[in-house]
């Protein structure tokens, strides 16, 4: 990739093991981009990192529950990611739901791709749009539509 990338990694408790796997699989590829993870999500990549001698930029945010989905969203509305992966636990409730519909919610409005699963991340991270210079990301288009 020819820019760095901002990437926002998150991941529910029940998916943790999955988001580490994955950005280990990765490290390579994310190592060259900053990272900003959710607080234990963060802690769980930076160490399994480090035990692969891998070197990356990680800044972790607040645990999800204590405000960190918000902190993640926050950057997304100030236009300071550029893709965020957010492994969701779909099977139990979570206690701060509206921090995660919020997150996801700004990421449509913001236009940010936003992965939910392992494959979907797959795809978005290895697109060759990152390398094109001149594809330029349209802004979403909100006009009511008249059934007339």
Known sequence: ??????IALVAHDNRKAEIV?????????LAQHKLFCTGTTGSLIKK????????ADITCMHSGPLGGDAE????????????????ID???PQPHEADI?????????HN???????????????SALWDDETYV???PLYVKFNRD
Not at 1 to 6: D, S
Not at 48 to 55: D, L, N, R
């Open 48 to 55: 399994a990192f480090e035990e692969k001698g891998v070197k």
């Open 72 to 87: 993640i969203a926050a950057l997304v509305v100030r236009h300071q990611i550029d893709l965020a992966v957010f492994l």
């Open 112 to 126: 940010v791709p936003i992965a939910c699963n392992r494959y979907s991340a797959d795809l978005m991270i290895t």
């Open 90 to 92: 779909d099977l139990n």
């Open 101 to 109: 519909q919020m997150l996801l919610r700004q990421c449509r409005v």
């Open 21 to 29: 796997d994955w950005a280990v699989y990765n490290a390579t590829m």
């Open 1 to 6: 990739m020819k820019r760095q990338l901002k």
């Open 137 to 139: 990301p349209r802004e």
